[in-house]
């Protein structure tokens, strides 16, 4: 069974850094991909950031390219997401995701509809 534990959220101010964790359990992850997903108050879930686990081929959303930064750790099966330049619009729970890739093209996996697996999620607030 994968399980999926996200840490790291907290309360920061405009301009200032997280980091986000993953710690993935359950399985080997070759051929997963890993998505990082924010919800906001009233908001539909939106796609943040993604990477392959094997090759580690990544993809930002608009919002958020230049100044986030996915990785992961193979070794530690941890999946990171270096939030830098934070906004206020940047509040939200933040999800960590993960899906066997059945199709090879990441943009599919911007739809968290394409998720087996989640996390409970981890707050982060950017205060003004």
């Known amino acids: 069974q994968v399980q999926l534990v996200e840490s790291g959220g907290g309360l920061v101010q405009t301009g200032g850094s997280l980091r986000l964790s993953c710690a993935a359990s359950g399985r080997t992850f070759s051929g997963y991909v890993m998505g990082w997903f924010r919800q906001a108050p009233g908001k539909e879930r939106e796609f943040v950031a993604l990477i392959k686990w094997s090759g580690g081929s990544t993809s930002y959303a608009d919002s958020v390219q230049g100044r986030f930064i996915i990785s992961r750790d193979t070794a530690k099966n941890t999946v990171y997401l270096q939030m830098n330049r934070l906004k206020p619009e940047d509040t939200a729970v933040y999800y960590c995701?993960?899906?066997?890739?059945?199709?090879?093209?990441?943009?599919?996996?911007?739809?968290?509809?394409?998720?087996?697996?989640w996390g409970q999620g981890t707050q982060v607030t950017v205060s003004s």
């Open positions: 995701a993960a899906q066997d890739m059945i199709f090879h093209t990441l943009s599919y996996y911007y739809d968290p509809r394409t998720y087996g697996y």
